[in-house]
């Protein structure tokens, strides 16, 4: 009897232990983005249009890294997309410790609009958990 307690006993706090490492890593690595665009002359956009997201650090005009998403789909110039859900192409932490980090956004063949990223409230909770 004393055998099987103690085998169960090990066995839950394997399990336990088993379930912090997963929890370990839990923070997720994907941005999601959803804004409002408009082109100067024609108007909000509407329709499924290639849309091409890069990482820009500080001032630089080459992005450390890049998604396209084919058929972004506008409504009213609404638009909503996960960034980063490839895993052959993850945004990693190591992206993100960059200074000054932009979103660079290039809605079918226009110029590239940046947007500041800056912290969320999950971010900032994990950074304090």
């Not at 839950?12 to 997963?22: D, G, H, Y």
């Not at 996960?82 to 000054?100: E, F, K, M, R, V």
Request: proline share 5%; with cysteine.
């Amino acid at each position: 009897m004393r055998r099987i307690f103690s085998s169960m006993l090990f066995t839950l706090i394997f399990c336990l232990f088993l379930c912090v490492l997963a929890h370990a890593d839990t923070t997720p690595k994907v941005i999601t983005v959803q804004a409002k665009a408009s082109h100067r002359t024609a108007g909000l956009y509407n329709g499924a249009i290639t849309t091409q997201f890069g990482l820009y650090p500080g001032d630089l005009d080459t992005p450390i890294w890049t998604e396209v998403v084919s058929n972004v789909n506008y409504i009213n110039g609404n638009f909503s997309v996960q960034l980063g859900t490839n895993s052959q192409n993850p945004i990693t932490t190591a992206l993100l410790n960059n200074d000054g980090l932009r979103l660079g956004i290039k809605i079918g063949n226009g110029v590239v609009n940046f947007i500041p990223i800056k912290s969320v409230p999950y971010a900032i909770q994990s950074n304090i958990s």
